[in-house]
């Protein structure tokens, strides 16, 4: 740092010549990220709520009550009303908390967890943090999570099974209903990763989609992640965990000596209100309307490229069950394919499991996107 500081303008200038490095989701050519333009509502409320820390609510009594009515607003989005949890930082914050919290229900040695294969890498972070085994269950030929190889790595050591609702590299759901009934028989804690698919799949079964059942309708299930930056337009950072009771806050509560709270549950300790006030402006006023019409539409947009890129000869892995494509060529390595992608400007990603290229329909990607993209897929020559 130097001793003098430089003007406004010379520090914006500088910013602006920064900021053109990056990429944006406005120019449609991320196709390969589960983030989006945050909208402008979220945007506005987040700007205004800068100063304001819930690590701290007893200050911030006004952020705090808008916490309660979002958490109690996305419990009845997911079926039920008198839940509790926090407004984080994202998925991978909740996943954190949603682990610590079966681990210390059960207090055991050696606690192991069981996630499918297709789970996020968080809870590969949530195993080493926390000092727990992590097994992978397999998966079926629909890339969901194998119910028999759940129950055979079930042990007496099994403090917590994770189900997604929405997996990150393909987009699929976990056969949630069994995972409960097990899970509520054997009485072991239920989380269900919905980071990406909980701002989606509740307003798809709203306007005739028939997705199975995946939340607190469903006896077992303990507490749900649900990500209010992916497919709740809200800006980073914004994720949401939810539990079914207030025994498993308390469960990994800490005494805090110095605020106006006694205890505390979250990881982080200071912690941003902007994100709890954009996430409620949003709900309220986009409805549970305008939800259904950003996940309808990026379902129509789905199917329409995940047709035009078989009808160009690439081979899709799966049907598509939510907005997440995941093709592949019998020439081209996916690496080839995708290095000639962002030749030509585009950023798609390349999922591991199995391995093909991946693109994901957010909101920001409007049908003249997909049509440019079709057209770059097109000149691809395969000789
Ligand atoms: C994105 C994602 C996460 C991680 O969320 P972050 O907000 O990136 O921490 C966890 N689980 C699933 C299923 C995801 O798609």
Known sequence: MDEKGISKDRVFKLLGDYKKKDMTHR??????????????????????FLESNLGDPGL????????????SMLGQLLGKRDICGHIITGGTEANIMAMRAARNLRRIKNPQIIVPRSAHFSFKKAADLLCM???????????CMDINSVM????????????????????????????SEICHDKNIFLHIDAAFGGFSIPFLNEIGYDFPNFDFSLPGVCSITIDPHKMGLAPIPTGGILFREGNYLDAMSIETPYLTEDRQSTIVGTRTGASTAATWALMKYLGREGYQKVAGRCMELTYLLAQKIEETGFHLITEPQLNIINFQD????????????EDKGWAVSISSYPQAVRIIIMPHIKREHIEAFVQDLKSINRN
């Open 152 to 179: 055979e790595l079930i042990s007496d050591n099994t403090v917590a099974v994770v189900g997604v609702a929405g997996t990150t590299e393909l987009g699929k759901i976990d056969p949630i209903e069994e995972l």
């Open 60 to 71: 911030f009594q006004g952020t705090k009550a808008l916490e309660d009515e979002v958490i």
């Open 133 to 143: 085994d992590l097994k992978e269950a397999e998966l079926d030929e629909n890339f």
């Open 330 to 341: 019998d020439e081209l390595s996916v690496w080839e394919i995708a290095d000639i992608l």
């Open 27 to 48: 120019s449609g050519k991320i196709l390969g990220s589960m983030c989006t333009c945050p909208h402008e509502v979220g945007v506005k409320a987040y700007s205004m």
